[in-house]
């Protein structure tokens, strides 16, 4: 059994409206309580701006330097940068370099209290 799975942009594969490639984070025989995935921009571009009206997300950023929107607001992201995202909030990832932009997302139910 292997316990080692870094990212390789080969084994991704377009996601968001062909706007970026995507790879699980963790193996399908490892689950998680949790959705997850690697997100890729090779180039400039832009992630395809969605929304979720029951998840809640956690984007962290671990190459390459970009910016994440959450609705109109516009964060700098770069490796150690993480960004949350709440329920209802229209967000996208956007690479305006030509260097790579890695990022994993981790999904789930808002938790209510």
Do not use: C
């Not at 671990?62 to 607001?73: A, I, K, R």
């Not at 229209?90 to 999904?107: G, Q, R, T, Y």
């Amino acid at each position: 059994m292997e316990n080692y799975f870094p990212f390789d942009p080969a084994k991704a594969t377009p996601a968001h409206e062909n706007t970026i490639l995507s790879a699980p984070v963790a193996p399908a025989d490892f689950p998680t309580p949790f959705g997850h995935a690697w997100g890729y921009l090779d180039h400039p571009g832009r992630m395809d701006k969605h929304v979720h009206e029951e998840n809640q997300e956690l984007f962290t950023f671990y190459q390459g330097e970009g910016f994440m929107e959450l609705d109109d607001v516009t964060y700098p992201v770069a490796p150690g940068t993480v960004i949350t995202v709440r329920p209802g909030v229209w967000h996208s990832v956007i690479n305006k370099s030509d260097k790579p932009l890695l990022w994993a997302a981790f999904w789930w139910k808002e938790i209510k209290e």
